[in-house]
């Protein structure tokens, strides 16, 4: 999951890849019609690789959320829609991540979520997260 180059601009729709940097900003393209804009560096995004949701105990990477929504959909596109009720959404959200902050994560962070999950995994940028093990690999010696 490269989500380092993927970033939301408030006030357009969908995410937008970053395609290169230029001098006053940069040059992104659309996820959802592929159409390219060029956006100033006083702009305000957010680049998807720093969001954190909010639980009672951390702030949970953007990514391991996605990670989790993975998991539970067996890498399939949500059984819920972004546009459910409020009571839909929190219930999905709480299978996902159940110890998230409700007065924090609001209904219309959870929509987001789940549109961005979709919509990354319509564009196959999303893939599972290779969980590396602390532990040493053993190479056997080669017989005598």
Known sequence: ???DK???IPGKPGLFEIITQTRAGFVAQSLLDGKKISIAFKNNISVLNEIAIYTLDE???????FQKIWDK???SA???????DKDALE?????VLPNFDED????SDIKKVLQWYNLLLEKNLLAP???KTDEPEIESAPGV
Do not use: C, D, W
């Open 91 to 95: 219930a999905y959200f709480f299978e």
């Open 78 to 84: 949500t059984t819920v829609s972004h546009k459910a």
């Open 1 to 3: 999951m490269q989500l």
């Open 129 to 131: 997260v290779q969980i």
């Open 6 to 8: 993927i970033v939301s």
């Open 73 to 75: 959909e067996n890498g």
């Open 59 to 65: 702030e949970v990477p953007l990514k391991e959320v």
């Open 104 to 107: 924090r994560v609001y209904p």
